[in-house]
């Protein structure tokens, strides 16, 4: 059992940035981000192995936001620059049973946290 703890989520201004953590309960080797947009599906946001040496970023991330991970605190990281209204979402951290084939995939991940609020106004 790995239990999730999302934080750092609130309300900002588009231009602004947002640093979100995700502390786990446990020692996790892929770790995830998600977010779910009113209306929408949940959908991929970054991901990173546990030394960070490999990370996957969905397109709309790319450039903006930076995942990391602090593993002596069971830790991971998503920096989030340049907001934009549409990055309004829940966000969500993730990690998988085991291994992942496809960590965009969110049928790869089986535990997930709480998820955190982020609003950002134009």
């Known amino acids: 059992q790995v239990l999730l703890i999302e934080s750092g989520g609130g309300l900002v201004q588009a231009g602004d940035s947002l640093r979100l953590s995700c502390a786990a309960s446990?020692?996790?080797?892929?770790m995830g981000w998600f977010r779910r947009a009113p209306g929408k599906e949940r959908e991929f946001v970054a991901a990173s192995n546990w030394g960070g040496s490999k990370t996957l970023y969905a397109d709309s991330a790319k450039g903006r936001f930076t995942i990391s991970r602090d593993n002596a605190k069971n830790t991971m990281y998503l920096q989030m620059n340049r907001l934009k209204p549409e990055d309004t979402a829940v966000y969500f951290c993730?990690?998988?049973?085991?291994?992942?084939?496809?960590?965009?995939?969110?049928?790869?991940?089986?535990?997930w946290g709480q998820g955190t609020q982020v609003t950002v106004s134009s």
């Open positions: 993730a990690t998988p049973r085991g291994g992942a084939d496809d960590w965009s995939s969110l049928d790869e991940y089986y535990y």
């Open positions: 446990g020692r996790t080797f892929i």
